[in-house]
């Protein structure tokens, strides 16, 4: 009993300094791709070696634009436009289940649905962007308090692969940033916008530790 208490103390005494870390004043501008040459960016580049993730053109457009199949290289695995998911989330493992999730909040709208999930006894998981986690720091505490799952759904809600290696780590770590500093928590999986992926995008986002989920 006493190693319970004591693990349930040391859990909320780092929730609670999680939240007191907690300065909306140190993330970038609002839904916007963050720059890559800020100190804590380049602190965050310089852990991890982008040097053998592959390479393949920054796609353009919002949603990407696709060019002929046939001038794609296979290799790619670009969702949009050849529609592979290589080893992305797409399903529950087992048969009968499934997930429900969320993307894009937390908004102002969010708590009304926190009531309704509460009101069926139903957890979800909330794909978050940075952008609204740094507006709406105590309904994202809300979701993590009340047992729900909270995963990354990047900072701006950009096509991934229309940025650059640089910018997609700045994308998820300022969300992993801001996520941790409210909750404590380190997530652990991320859902691309709009499923905009390719075997580019994977690379740097496994660089990351982290596991992806699509649909």
Known sequence: MKTVLSTIT??????????????????????????ITTPQVQEWLKAINLADVPVFPQNK??????????????????????????????????PGVWGLTFDDGPTTFTPQLLT????NKVKATFF????NVVQNPTILKQEFDEGHHIASHTWSHQPLTT??????????????????????????YVRPP??????????????????????
Do not use: H
């Not at 907690?22 to 839904?31: H, I, S």
């Not at 978050?128 to 952008?131: A, I, R, Y």
């Open 10 to 35: 040391i859990t909320l005494m780092a929730a609670a300094t999680a939240s007191a870390a907690f300065n909306a004043a140190e993330f970038p501008p609002l839904n916007a791709v963050p720059p």
């Open 61 to 94: 457009g919002n949603p990407p634009v696709c060019p002929p199949a046939a001038t794609l290289p296979a290799n790619q695995c670009w969702r949009s436009c050849q529609s592979c998911r290589a080893d992305d989330i797409v399903t529950c493992p087992t």
């Open 116 to 119: 309704t999930l509460k009101e």
């Open 128 to 131: 978050v962007m940075g952008t």
């Open 163 to 188: 940025l650059s290696n640089e910018q997609i780590v700045a994308e998820l770590k300022w969300t992993e940033k801001a996520v941790f500093d409210i909750t404590g928590m380190q997530m652990k």
């Open 194 to 215: 709009y499923g905009d992926i390719d075997n580019r995008v994977r690379a740097v986002i496994k660089k990351l530790g982290y596991i992806i989920v699509d649909w």
